[in-house]
């Protein structure tokens, strides 16, 4: 075992060689290398494959109680300030290793079908590659300056991927914002890094913690600036796993290539923000403030992505949306102290809500057969339906993915989300009934989604819809390029296989962590916390049953209600969602246009900053250039020295400069 | 000898240059062996250097006009060392790429070894009167330069740039009489600066002389208002000369303002650090403020560079030695982002005819763009707005370390400059890359238009990744320099 230890920091260093040769190749032999497309893909796949073996070897020998393993080196030095980086093995790394890992691989075996046909086949794997690299990095990271480092990485790829298609105008704009809305918040991370660093004079976690422990005991410092640097911190996560006010890039990063929304906008960077605050926990658990921030900024978010879930038809845009929300619980669990819970919702959300994208990806595949490459139509939930007879393995996948996220046990969701409600409801009754709530409005809209999509009549065929859904969604593609089928089709076997692949955890992964025996928290707990170990299975005392009982019962009656009312209006037609919209307009629009944040964005910001540098350039223009050329010198000389260089007198020129020059020295010296 | 070998070999190849008959490639291939030998020269320096010590090395001290107090006093230390580098290697990308059919070419490359060598006698002189005869030197192949092979305006630009940078002349010579004639100890004339560091200062005579050279170099930096000259010189000047100008010649402002102002002065300049901190951000907002609303990437790039010239100013004024080392590896880096972008631009410019954001979309294009260069922009810009990975990033944050202790508030503002600058380069990479391609038949990109902005980026991407190569060279300078 101690040998995955030393080749460990092959993990992230592998898909960094891959992207190296594949982008290298790009660069000398173009043509060439966007040819060889089975070879980038089994180059990719090899490099991450390795990374799944150290992984799965450092996770089993982290899980067989090995110390935990960190090798550092110095990267810069100025004085006595270091900066250094390296690898830290522990127990929440090895699980976050084998989760980007097997995730990463699996959707890189589904690009390999999804992409086939893509010009930019080759780049996409070098992308892809460069992410993996960045993203591991990211989690092996001993110190917060490494995490900033990688986490920046990790954003840049994020909006290569996302402007991957970069002749598609909405791609361009999705992919500034992202990075535009990111950068806010690593603004934020960088200064309250910078402002720990002062207060405690160290960049490591474990350390910033202690000092900071000893600085408030001491009364040395403030717990309100204390708590601002947290706050700061905060900020960084927050848009990364894209949490309320700054949740507004990853909606549209769907304009990324659907592989993409699976692995980095739903699985794994998105998740980085939850991962920081996990590393920084023994930070935030000493600012009950900052705490407090998460824990609300959390539950808002989730009943905000829930709430505008609900209304949209874009079946991407409203996975991206219950991404938000369920990002929101995970932050909602770190904020109460439920470290293990937390991080148990980010592993099994990870895995099921990949597969949902990848299932969704496989629609879109099988709808663009039929209404044409047009996103603006193909991924339009309304001229979908009873797609289960043309894609049965989607659809049943799509079905566990549906049931898992719901929190219907014995499915992955249920259990990491009721531990997460459980730990809310001890902190704050409040807290608690934000995040129910939210789960049957998440039962709701995803039943929505499925029957949309899965059930009913085909409704791709119908010109009619299909032409009136394509002037809402303003396309202005015309339909007729090619033949298209009148029937999709079920997807390669290169995209099933990982759907497939991944509806195992999706239903079982949640068993490790039941309260029966919570082997997940024995692993994964928070640095000091004391947890006893696991032997088996235990019956829990009747009092503690009890409230499980109450617990997961009320969470699984509102999921059930949630449910019903989806089988009601979309399966039965029972009820009307028109009519529903019509009485109440005004919720209904606030929840379409989600909460019009865009537009309030737009107003302030995007506007508000173009005025203003409008206004300074005027400034500028006029005022301090203007003062310039009042003088008039400027155009007098020019018209002279013109003059010069049109006669090709401009070395005379030079010469009488240079002796003028001089002339001042030694007139200067000498007077 | 050393240092007087790096200072006068390109001026004597000026000469030979410029005494050679007229002959299509023989100029630019006698060019180009005098720029490697320049580079291999300032190479060789890096043998001699002994990056232990703190103090000035290689010295070479010869009387020269002493009633005038003029000594020719060479010397380099850490901070000089890695400009002198970054001098030879922009001077060979500047005439690499210049367009092999270049008009006068004899006076082209002359000039621009002429111009080598001033700069090079700026960073190197240890004597106030020789530094400034060295700035003022510099100026007129720079102003020849714009001036005769500059765009349409490059009359009304070049005398501009003229007009500017001569009264920085002047006020720096002014500055360096009222040393001099107004310091309270009565010391043997002498300009050398280890000389002028001796003498003291009422307060008041202090701060006068610290605003006099603040202005000096603030216009060569240039900070706000001091900068209008430079847009207009950029975007008249030549792409080479772009890349000189910001790459190198924006760096005798901050250097000059390291050996005169923090040298000179430490206690005035402590004094007035709050408020040069507080001018350091409106350069830095101003520049990235006004770059938003470019449409010509030519000036959008330039006026970048007054927004990054900014972060020195703030780690000058923090003065710590974190700061100065950030504000030394800050000159470095931004000497070569700046120069790729503009050579980016450049290629732009000369396949599309246009540099107009307006008129330009999706370059990325494969098959019939400019993917490439594309690519090599987002690596530009990336560096630029300080993405980890590249060189900007390792200088951004060691300034903003080192200055954050200092002056919390002024860093922070300085932060959401890096903010901007990513918004300013996110638009445009949005408008000339992405979208449809705006252009058919676009001329080829050669490998001469791509090996020099791939050479720069090879060097961002390994001191981003690798800092300690750099840092290695400068730290035991920059914790003296930082310790006041």
């Known amino acids: ?671 | 000898m050393m240092l007087s070998l790096v200072l006068w070999f390109p001026v004597l190849w000026a000469v030979v240059l410029a005494l050679m008959p007229e002959g299509k490639n023989r100029v630019r291939n006698l060019a180009l062996v005098g720029a490697g030998g320049l580079l291999g020269i300032t190479l060789f320096l890096l043998t001699r250097f002994d990056p232990s010590q703190s103090g000035l090395q290689l010295e070479e001290n010869l009387p020269w006009i002493g009633v005038l107090g003029i000594s020719y006093h060479l010397g380099i230390d850490g901070i000089a060392l890695p400009l002198v580098l970054l001098n030879s290697f922009l001077t060979a990308i500047a005439i690499y790429s210049t367009p092999p059919g270049i008009s006068r070419p004899q006076l082209y490359y002359a000039l621009l070894f002429l111009l080598a060598g001033g700069v090079a006698g700026v960073f190197l002189a240890q004597n106030a009167l020789l530094f400034f005869l060295f700035y003022e030197v510099e100026l007129i192949p720079l102003y020849l330069l714009i001036a005769i092979w500059g765009g349409g305006r490059r009359g009304y630009a070049s005398t501009k740039f003229l007009i500017f940078t001569a009264l920085s002349g002047i006020l720096l010579l002014g500055g360096c009489y009222g040393i001099v004639g107004l310091s309270e100890n009565n010391l043997p004339l002498s300009f050398d600066f280890q000389d002028l560091q001796a003498r003291q200062f009422s307060p008041s005579v202090a701060a006068l002389l610290l605003i006099i050279f603040l202005l000096a170099f603030g216009i060569k930096i240039p900070l706000v208002p001091l900068h209008t000259w430079l847009p207009d010189a950029h975007v008249e000047a030549s792409t080479p000369i772009s890349v000189l100008l910001a790459g190198v010649l924006l760096k005798l402002g901050t250097y000059g303002l390291l050996r005169f102002g923090v040298g000179l002065f430490p206690q005035a300049w402590q004094r007035f650090a709050p408020l040069l901190a507080t001018w350091a951000v409106v350069s830095v907002l101003y520049g990235c403020l006004v770059a938003i609303t470019q449409k010509d990437m030519k000036k959008m790039v330039a006026f970048s560079s007054i927004g990054h010239m900014g972060y020195i100013l703030l780690g000058l004024a923090a003065g710590t030695p974190l700061a100065i080392t950030g504000v030394t590896v800050q000159m470095v880096s931004h000497g070569l982002i700046s120069a790729l972008l503009f050579l980016l631009v450049g290629v732009i410019y000369s396949k599309l005819g246009t540099r107009d954001l307006d008129r330009l979309s999706g370059l990325f294009n494969p098959e019939r763009g400019l993917p490439l260069i594309g690519s090599l922009s987002v690596l530009g810009a990336m560096a630029s707005a300080g993405i980890p990975g590249m060189m900007g990033f390792v200088a951004e944050f060691l300034i903003f370390r080192g200055s954050f202790p200092v002056f919390p508030l002024q860093t922070l503002l300085c932060m959401v400059g890096t903010g901007l600058t990513a918004v300013y380069f996110l638009i445009l990479l949005d408008r000339a890359f992405f979208g449809r391609l705006c252009q058919d038949n676009i001329p080829a990109v050669t490998w001469s238009d791509r090996l020099p902005a791939i050479a720069i980026s090879t060097i961002v991407v390994f001191l981003g990744i690798q800092p300690q190569t750099l840092l290695h060279w400068i730290t035991a300078t920059t914790q003296v320099w930082g310790s006041h």
Request: hydrophobic share 50%; proline share 4%; with cysteine.
């Open chain 1, 1 to 671: 075992m101690e040998l995955a230890y030393t080749y460990a920091w092959l993990i992230p260093v592998l898909p960094l060689v891959a992207a190296l040769i594949l982008g290298l190749g790009l660069i000398s032999f173009g043509k060439f290398t966007s040819q060889q497309k089975k070879l980038a893909a089994l180059l990719t796949l090899t490099a991450t494959g390795a990374g799944i073996v150290l992984s799965v070897a450092l996770l089993v020998s982290q899980l067989q109680g090995h110390e935990p393993y960190l090798w550092t080196f110095e990267w810069a030095r100025a004085g006595d300030f270091h900066l250094t980086m390296g690898i830290v093995i522990d127990h929440l790394t090895a699980m976050m290793l084998v989760v980007v890992t097997t995730i990463a691989f699996l959707v890189q075996i589904y690009s390999d079908g999804y992409m086939a046909h893509d010009p930019g086949y080759v780049r996409f794997f070098a992308y892809l590659s460069l992410f993996s690299s960045s993203m591991l990095g990211l989690v092996i990271s001993p110190n917060i300056v490494q995490i900033y480092i990688f986490w920046e990485l990790v954003g840049m790829c994020s909006y290569l991927l996302i402007g991957f298609w970069y002749d598609r105008p909405a791609a361009a704009h999705a992919c500034q914002k992202a990075f535009v809305t990111n950068r806010v918040g690593d603004f934020g991370l960088l200064l309250g890094m910078l402002g720990l660093y002062w207060l405690t004079g160290s960049f490591e976690f474990e350390a910033i913690g202690e000092g900071l422990q000893q600085a408030l005991e001491n009364g040395t410092i403030g717990v309100g600036l204390a708590t601002l640097f947290g706050i700061l911190v905060f900020m960084g996560p927050a848009a990364k796993s894209a949490q309320f006010p700054l949740h507004v890039w990853l909606p549209d990063a769907m304009e990324g290539p659907t592989p993409i929304s699976a692995l980095i906008h739903a699985a794994t960077m998105v998740a980085a923000g939850v991962f920081l605050v996990a590393r920084m926990f023994p930070v935030f658990e000493h600012l009950p403030g900052a705490m407090n921030t998460i824990a609300w900024t959390g539950a808002f978010t989730a009943f905000l992505g829930a709430s505008i879930a609900i209304t949209q038809n874009d079946i991407k845009k409203g996975l991206a949306y219950s991404t938000v929300s369920q990002l929101g619980y995970m932050m909602m669990g770190m904020g109460v102290g439920a470290y293990g819970a937390g991080l148990f919702h980010l592993m099994t959300h990870a895995y099921f809500k990949a597969m949902l994208f990848l299932n969704s990806g496989s629609v879109i595949h099988g709808m663009e057969e039929v209404v044409g490459h047009d996103p603006a139509v193909a991924q339009d939930m309304r001229v979908m339906g009873g797609l289960r007879k043309y894609m049965p393995i989607t659809a049943a996948t799509f079905l566990i993915g549906t049931l898992a996220i719901c929190g219907i046990p014995p499915l992955a969701g249920f259990w990491s989300k009721d531990e997460i409600l459980d730990a809310a409801f001890q902190a704050n009754p409040a807290l608690w009934l934000v995040g129910w709530l939210t789960a049957g409005i998440t039962a709701f809209y995803m039943f929505r989604m499925y029957f949309m999509t899965f059930e009913g009549e085909f409704r791709g065929t119908d010109h009619h819809l299909v032409e009136m859904v394509k002037r809402e969604n303003g396309s202005s593609k015309k339909e007729g390029h090619g033949h298209h089928s009148h029937k999709p089709h079920e997807s390669p076997w290169t995209m099933t296989l990982p759907l497939v692949t991944l509806a195992i955890p999706s239903i079982f992964i949640g068993l490790v962590g039941t309260p029966f025996g919570n082997y997940f928290e024995a692993f994964i707990h928070a640095p000091g916390e004391a947890v006893e170990a696991v032997t088996g299975f235990k019956m829990l005392p009747p009092k503690e049953l009890q409230e499980f009982a109450v617990m997961a019962g009320s969470s699984v009656g509102i999921a059930l209600v949630g449910i019903t009312i989806a089988i009601l209006t979309f399966a039965l037609k029972k009820i009307d969602p028109d009519k529903v919209a019509k009485t109440i307009e005004p919720l209904y629009q606030l929840s379409k246009n989600k909460w019009y944040f865009d537009e309030i964005y737009d107003f302030l910001f995007v506007q508000g900053s173009r005025r203003l540098s409008r206004q300074v350039l005027e400034v500028d223009a006029r005022i301090v250039d203007g003062v310039v050329n009042l003088t008039g010198l400027i155009t007098l000389i020019t018209g002279e020295g013109l003059k010069y260089f049109e006669s090709g007198r401009a070395q005379f020129y030079a010469l009488v400069v240079f002796i003028g020059v001089l002339g001042l020295v030694v007139f200067t010296a000498t007077s």
